[in-house]
């Protein structure tokens, strides 16, 4: 079964833990982005990485860090530093050269 | 530069009416623009997409029309449904799919019977 898989589907974190986010691709796709989902702000980028150990920041970066070791796969770690961390986080892949982009079903995290 | 505007913020249509929704952009690079349907809890999932050269492009009930000289483009969905309820995002692209997507803010649609 091919797609993109986020795990978990709902995340619940203490204020000033680091959390990680996972997302996995079996499509072969080069290219892999995070997303940050916000009640009326849109989609907007955190972290792209079009090639393995090679990543670049977003629009919105600060208090994120990604790796991304295997092509398959591209964890988000949200740490304690990010200010307002409650958010849909959406994982998207690509192939390089390719216009289209396809989405994972989001992790929804709440830190209290 | 790299925005793209989306209209409205929110639209109820009747169930068998016309939903439009409307973009706009400056970036005059920009190569390519789909339109995302989201559903509630769901991952954002591609609905339709144009390139510049052209002005129109249907998929059963939905169309884009592009406005090249306007830098505008809008999704129509005909005969809407109140399945067709969810959340839509324009986006656009450039540097031929070498560059992430840049995304509208969305609208909210809900067809009430």
């Known amino acids: 079964d091919g797609g993109i898989t986020q795990s978990p589907k709902y995340l619940f974190r203490k204020e000033g833990q680091n959390v990680t986010l996972s997302c996995e691709q079996n499509?072969?796709?080069?290219?892999m982005y995070w997303y940050r989902q916000d009640p009326g702000q849109g989609l907007r980028l955190i972290y792209y990485?079009?090639?393995?150990?090679?990543?670049q920041k977003g629009d919105i970066a600060e208090g994120y860090s990604v790796s991304r070791e295997k092509k398959e796969s591209f964890p988000l770690t949200v740490t304690s530093a990010q200010k307002n961390p409650t958010a849909f986080y959406l994982c998207?892949?690509?192939?390089?050269?390719?216009?289209?982009?396809?989405f994972g079903p989001g992790t929804r995290l709440t830190v209290t | 530069q790299q925005q793209v505007k989306q209209s409205p913020q929110s639209l109820i249509v009747q169930k068998g009416g016309i939903s439009i929704i409307n973009c706009a952009y400056e970036?005059?690079?920009?190569?390519?623009f789909p339109w995302y349907q989201q559903f509630p809890g769901k991952g954002p999932a591609l609905l339709i997409a144009?390139?510049?050269?052209?002005s129109e492009k249907k998929e059963g009930r939905f169309t884009i029309s592009f406005n090249k000289s306007a830098k505008q483009f809008s999704l129509h969905i005909m005969d809407s449904q109140p399945g067709d309820s969810a959340t839509y995002f324009c986006?656009?692209?450039?540097?031929?799919?070498?560059?992430?997507?840049?995304f509208g803010k969305g609208t909210r649609l809900s067809v009430i019977a």
């Open positions: 990485s079009q090639i393995v150990n090679d990543f």
């Open positions: 998207a892949s690509s192939f390089l050269g390719a216009y289209e982009q396809y």
């Open positions: 499509l072969n796709h080069d290219a």
């Open positions: 986006a656009a692209l450039w540097n031929s799919g070498n560059t992430p997507l840049v």
């Open positions: 970036n005059t690079a920009f190569d390519y």
């Open positions: 144009i390139r510049p050269d052209v």
